[in-house]
């Protein structure tokens, strides 16, 4: 009993230790607004050049840029400082174009949605080393080319495969085949990308923790077929990484790569994996680069805790679905899918104000096929880059699978019950929620089940 006391009191004496490091790295990295460079020029009109640093987002209206500012009317800044362009989605832009613009400099503002629910835009922004933005400026190409040798071939590769889909595939299925395969940001429209939402499906538009898992998976077994265990981690894992920063490294596929990078290692060199110390050293490395990320990124916030759930709760519900076939992995797909959406739906309610009423049956009848999309609009690229016909008639197989996933997306989306508005969730109450939901989830199992 003396045992336990000390470990217990040594646990919490480690994780307040490890609290305190990193509230003192978060305001390490807080700049004040005042000491940045492009401060003075704010709420002025100015012409600004720099450099593209990241693959352009393509919106309905508009496209978005994150430029590194270098010159400020040709005077030259000590450091550059990146900026968030909104630019008319006429222009061609791309990853290493040099542009000069000119325009008022304005810093972001916070704004309130529909639904009442105030919006920290600033930190969001600031997250990603944001402080300033620049609306519909006029912008001049100066050069091309630059940047990353690597990262920029990597994107001109994925704009080579989404002409090849959109080639083969028509929209809006294009878009989400688009979204599952690269984690594109194409728009599918307002109305369904509202479907999406209502119906707690907005996960498989862009790119996830799970669809990252499958790709990391494909990779794994194909180096391992082709080469010797060692050169095939190495190559695997070099893989892995060009997959993150050709699909914009967002905060889920970097969780995922890292945790698919550490299974890897721990194969190669005859380690046990252990996934919840996995996602713990993902997060960990995570917010030691980027501390704002765990107080401000959404993504980051929503696949941890859905990851979470899947690793802890899913074990612990299994016993509620016994009744239910494991052919086909459908027990294990019911349970995960009620997990994930049990853990993170606090959460979902507290920053979105929405509650989907029919999250659960709407993920039931989408995630099982998600696999088998994935492989066949990979299989369109390849063969439709060696024999176009054949292409279009694997893609028929995609499309109408696709086309099976929108449908399902339009009927429970357009159901007047599919979610319901939340205007006000307060904080409080998501910790209590959590709080109740691990007690529950460590405590013994007592092996009841309600079926």
């Not at 470990?7 to 005042?34: E, T, V």
């Not at 990779?219 to 010797?228: H, R």
């Not at 095939?232 to 490294?249: E, H, P, Q, Y």
């Not at 176009?388 to 197989?397: D, H, K, M």
Request: hydrophobic share 50%; net charge neutral.
């Amino acid at each position: 009993c003396l045992a336990r006391k000390e470990y217990a009191i040594l646990l919490l004496s480690l994780f307040f230790f490890a609290g305190s490091l990193g509230i003192i790295r978060f305001y390490l990295s807080d700049i004040p607004l005042s000491a940045t460079q492009l401060f003075p020029y704010s709420a002025q009109r100015i012409v600004l050049s720099g450099l593209i640093i990241d693959e352009p987002d393509v919106r309905e209206g508009s496209i978005k840029l994150h430029v590194d500012i270098r010159e400020v009317d040709t005077r030259t800044l000590q450091n550059p400082e990146t900026i968030l362009v909104t630019a008319s989605p006429y222009g061609s832009y791309h990853y290493g174009d040099e542009i000069s613009l000119e325009g008022t400099l304005a810093l972001p503002q916070n704004f309130t949605n529909d639904l009442g629910k105030s919006f920290d835009y600033i930190s969001y922004l600031r997250k990603d080393g944001i402080s300033f933005e620049m609306k519909d400026p006029e912008v001049t190409l100066v050069s091309s080319g630059q940047g990353s040798f690597i990262k920029r071939n990597l994107l001109r590769f994925k704009e080579h495969i989404l002409e090849k889909i959109s080639a083969f595939i028509h929209p809006p299925e294009s878009s989400l085949l688009g979204g599952l395969l690269l984690g594109t940001k194409q728009s599918l429209g307002a109305g369904l990308k509202d479907n999406f939402v209502k119906t707690g499906t907005i996960h498989i538009v862009a790119l996830s923790g799970y669809n990252v898992t499958i790709v990391a998976e494909w990779i794994m077994k194909l180096f391992g077929m082709v080469f010797a265990a060692t050169l095939a981690t190495s190559v695997g894992i070099l893989a892995i990484i060009f997959f993150a920063v050709m699909t914009g490294g967002g905060s889920t596929v970097l969780r995922a790569s890292i945790m698919a990078i550490l299974v890897l290692i721990a194969r190669a060199t005859g380690r046990n994996y252990e996934i919840g110390r996995a996602l713990l050293l993902a997060a960990v490395a995570m917010i030691a680069i980027n501390p704002w990320t765990l107080a401000y990124d959404v993504s980051f916030q929503l696949s941890f805790l859905a990851t979470v759930g899947l690793i802890y709760l899913a074990p612990k519900i299994k016993h509620w679905f016994h009744k239910l076939p494991e052919k086909y992995g459908i027990q294990d797909l019911v349970t995960s899918t009620v997990a994930t959406n049990i853990f993170v739906m606090p959460f979902i309610v507290y920053q979105m104000g929405i509650f989907s009423v029919v999250a659960l049956p709407a993920n039931f009848l989408i995630l099982p096929i998600i696999p088998l999309t994935m492989l066949f609009g990979f299989l369109t690229l390849v063969v439709g880059s060696i024999v176009p016909l054949f292409g279009q008639i694997v893609g028929i197989a995609a499309f109408a699978l696709l086309a099976y996933e929108l449908a399902v997306i339009r009927f429970f989306g357009n159901l007047p019950f599919a979610s319901i508005s939340i205007s006000h969730f307060p904080f409080t109450l998501v910790i209590i929620l959590y709080i109740l939901l691990l007690f529950w989830m460590f405590k013994p199992d007592n092996n009841k089940s309600p079926l």
